[in-house]
């Protein structure tokens, strides 16, 4: 891998697709490597590291989304799921494990390189963070912006995924705010309507169960046909 160069794992069991996608993107000056299943994945990954890992969902053996879930029990690796055509319910499922972004076969390959692109700014930006962050506080959560950091009342550090970060942000920059989910999409994928709709239900979904500890109860309230609010006052910490 040479130094300053960010690293691409490509996990696809078709050839053809690997070659194709490494190739492309070898192209624009990316370290790739390539493995074909999970048993692959984890051999390189106890050796090397990825900056990005592009997942294919069906693969043979363990399938993409309980790869998908292992790695991010283990890290924050920004990954991009790739799913058939038509899998609506796989690519929800892939975004409630964890992943960053998600994109259907079959695909341009510079849509794959702009959502790459994408989701690396986002990661990126949190690790290039100075040490005068802006923090925010609401109901004794802390929010580093500039550190990416989310700490719970007890000052624990709460993971969160890029794309889960973007979306607390947009929430705590605009607390008391009915959010559409075409505002959102813009705020943090920059891809509105249709079927991405529901990718925002989804990070939602994830954030509540990170933030809310009393059943019955959210942080984030539904406003139905209009989208979200984030109820909690935010103030400067």
């Known amino acids: 891998m040479t130094s300053g160069t960010q690293n691409i794992l490509i996990v696809e069991d078709d ?63 920004p990954i991009i799921i790739l799913t058939a055509k038509g899998e609506d319910l796989d690519r929800i499922l892939g975004l409630e494990m964890g992943a960053d972004d998600y994109l259907p076969k079959p695909f341009n390959p510079r849509e794959l390189l702009a959502r790459i692109n994408a989701v690396l700014r986002r990661h990126m930006s949190g690790l290039a963070a100075g040490s005068t962050a802006t923090r925010l506080k609401f ?22 995924t890029s794309a889960e970060f973007d979306l607390l942000q947009a929430f705590c920059e605009r607390a008391g705010r009915i959010l559409a ?26 954030l509540r169960r990170k933030l809310d500890r009393t059943e019955g109860t959210s942080m984030i309230r539904t406003v139905r046909t209009g989208g979200y609010v984030f109820t909690p006052v935010v103030e400067e910490a």
């Open 15 to 77: 050839q053809q697709t690997r070659d194709l996608i490494a190739r492309y993107l070898r192209d624009q000056k990316f370290s790739v490597d390539t493995v074909a299943n999970g048993k692959e994945m984890d051999r390189f990954l106890s050796r090397n590291r990825a900056d990005l890992i592009v997942l294919d969902l069906m693969l043979p053996g363990e399938d993409g989304l309980s790869l998908c879930r292992r790695v991010r029990m283990e890290s924050m690796t």
């Open 181 to 206: 989910r075409d505002n959102l999409l813009s705020m943090t994928r920059g891809r509105p309507g249709g079927s991405f709709g529901r990718s925002i239900d989804v990070l939602v979904s994830r």
């Open 139 to 160: 109901e004794g959560w802390t929010i580093d912006l500039r550190l990416r950091d989310l700490r719970n009342p007890e000052g624990a550090q709460v993971p969160l």
